[in-house]
């Protein structure tokens, strides 16, 4: 396997708090492993939210209206994203962000 280098820079004081999560749980041998599942955990986090999922489509539809690829590719395609988009999530989101909207737009007595 290979591996790449990266610098991390950390405020003090988070860098206190992973020394003393390792120390205390030794469940990490040291930093850099704790970043690499810290990472590995985002990763799977964002590929399972609701709004990347909408962003992949969004982009999906893009670039189908510029590409020759067939009808049924893209309806295949799309079928994949909307099977890893949960309603219940989407439906909160979309809630979330009216009501961000109405408070932006009205202010907060909205």
Known sequence: ???????????????????RFLDETGIYTN???FI??????HLRELNDDTAIAAL???QLLAQAEQSRQSDSDIDAELAALGE???AD??????????KETSEQVYGSDA
Do not use: G
């Open 36 to 41: 690499k599942e810290a990472c590995r955990s």
């Open 31 to 33: 930093k850099s492993e």
């Open 56 to 58: 992949r489509l969004e």
């Open 84 to 86: 890893k988009v949960d």
């Open 1 to 19: 396997m290979k591996y790449a280098s990266v610098s991390v820079k950390f405020p003090v004081e988070l860098d206190t708090e992973i020394e």
């Open 89 to 98: 999530d989407l439906e909160q989101a979309v809630e979330e962000a009216r």
